[in-house]
């Protein structure tokens, strides 16, 4: 269905701008990405918005003609609004040209199949949405399976989470668990829990690492609990040569996850 | 001196308002750094405030006593303020205790000492601040000299980008330059240029850096001019196994700097 919206009241410009924040996500379980470039991303990993959002005026594309032929195919909806409007949406200045709704994935750790990958990461209280859609990056980049997420984290389906995943968010498998029902999880299989930590570790080079290889890094201020790196089969420590004992947690699970991967599948 | 703010209209509050904004600190030459523990860390690197503003009600912490006895000392400025006036001043609902106004650092290329550190990380029109001080705080971990910073980038005075640095803004060299300049002061002295590149580059792992070795990241979406690539001595590539075909700018930095560190100084 094809339709335009040119007031601001209208109660579809309403619902896209509560899609912003988290309780209205998890309410309506949808979620947005903004532009072009990550709609096209999803549209090749064969997700298609339910609902697309393009300002009139815009420079024509033949990407977005193909994912607007898609989307209406595929029983989508397609609305045309002015570039005004499409800010107040966005909440940005320069609303990048085209929104869509998608709806949330299923995030049970249940769906994960730790054989797909030699690699995991796994992330526990993470605060920070860009370093969430960040380490999603880093796992398409490193071939890991996905990310997994422990205790209370940003949420995956944020504008900035997803942003900052550049379209990983639609290719990589992302879970939510409690650190209980992780574990349970984890040694219901094979598989290597290997914490970043100061703690009791071993160089991060050249260490150990088999597969499947689950890399968990903790909170940005507060690392991780001890009783969570006791419960690990490995701790490895990078070097630290300057003042500050820590890395950002995104960058830390990178400089991991390329020695795992050279380790595990060079 | 010590002094209290109670009225929101105080000309002291506005100027600290305007310290969030890139002309006012260019202006000033001025910057914010907000937080016990970032202060903290600036004060143990040799770095006082020229003025340092506090909540009223707050803790009592001998650190922040320790701070306070300091910056009276050095001449200069102790403010205490209500919880809702530094409110205003952060623009944050839960404004950190305390904040700092700090004079500019010189940026001149010409103050860096090239051979005080095997790597320098360099970034060519880096957007994000938080990138930026993401750059800084690997620079600190892997004890490389600072951050160059190439053409038009972040502010590194930013809140963001102090914030991220996790008090690297301070103890590191930073440095801002167009790509003629610096080019022109790296090859009067010794120095390796490498550049995270796609084109026509060798793998980054185990290739053959040298000291003191410059690390060059580019723009978040369009990485490096070519031209820039072509200037560098080496170019080096990360796998990709995914969909995308680059990492996060500061996440390939670190990637790249740890690598480089393990050969130069193990």
């Known amino acids: 269905m094809r339709r335009e919206i040119t007031g601001f009241s209208n109660p579809t410009v309403k619902y896209l701008r509560s899609l912003r924040e988290k309780k209205h996500r998890r309410r309506?379980?949808?979620?947005?990405?903004?532009?072009?470039?990550?709609l096209t991303d999803a549209r090749e990993s064969g997700r298609l918005p339910a609902m697309l959002v393009m300002a009139a005026g815009r420079d024509p594309h033949t990407l977005l003609d193909a994912l607007e032929k898609d989307v209406l195919a595929a029983g989508g909806e397609v609305?045309?609004?002015?570039?005004?409007?499409?800010?107040?949406?966005?909440?940005?200045?320069?609303?990048?040209?085209?929104?869509?709704?998608?709806?949330?994935?299923?995030?049970s750790l249940g769906n994960l199949d730790r054989h797909a990958a030699p690699i995991w990461l796994v992330a526990q209280a993470l605060r920070d949405p860009g370093n969430l859609g960040t380490m999603l990056r880093t796992a398409d980049a490193v071939g890991a399976?996905?990310?997994?997420?422990?205790?209370?984290?940003?949420?995956?389906?944020?504008?900035?989470?997803?942003?900052?995943?550049?379209?990983?968010?639609?290719?990589?498998?992302?879970?939510?668990?409690?650190?209980d029902e992780f574990l349970l999880w984890l040694r219901s299989g094979p598989g290597q829990l290997v914490a970043a930590s100061l703690r009791d570790a071993v160089a991060y080079r050249g260490a150990d690492y088999t597969a499947p290889?689950?890399?968990?890094?903790?909170?940005?201020?507060?690392?991780?609990?001890?009783?969570?790196?006791?419960?690990?089969?490995?701790?490895?420590?990078?070097?630290?040569?300057?003042?500050?004992?820590?890395?950002?947690?995104?960058?830390?699970?990178?400089?991991?996850?390329?020695?795992?991967?050279?380790?595990?599948?060079?």
Chains 1, 2 share one sequence.
Do not use: H
């Not at 379209?167 to 992302?174: L, N, Q």
């Not at 995104?250 to 400089?255: C, I, K, S």
């Open 213 to 266: 290889c689950f890399l968990l890094v903790g909170n940005e201020s507060r690392g991780l609990p001890q009783e969570y790196e006791d419960a690990c089969d490995l701790r490895v420590t990078m070097p630290m040569r300057g003042r500050a004992d820590s890395l950002n947690a995104a960058v830390a699970a990178a400089v991991l996850a390329y020695e795992a991967l050279a380790r595990l599948d060079p």
């Open 79 to 107: 609305i045309e609004t002015t570039p005004d409007i499409l800010t107040k949406i966005t909440g940005k200045d320069n609303p990048q040209a085209v929104t869509g709704v998608f709806r949330e994935f299923d995030t």
């Open 145 to 179: 399976g996905g990310v997994i997420l422990i205790d209370d984290c940003a949420d995956p389906f944020s504008v900035e989470a997803v942003r900052a995943s550049m379209g990983a968010i639609f290719t990589k498998s992302v879970a939510q668990a409690r650190w």
């Open 28 to 38: 309506e379980k949808r979620f947005l990405a903004e532009g072009l470039r990550l």
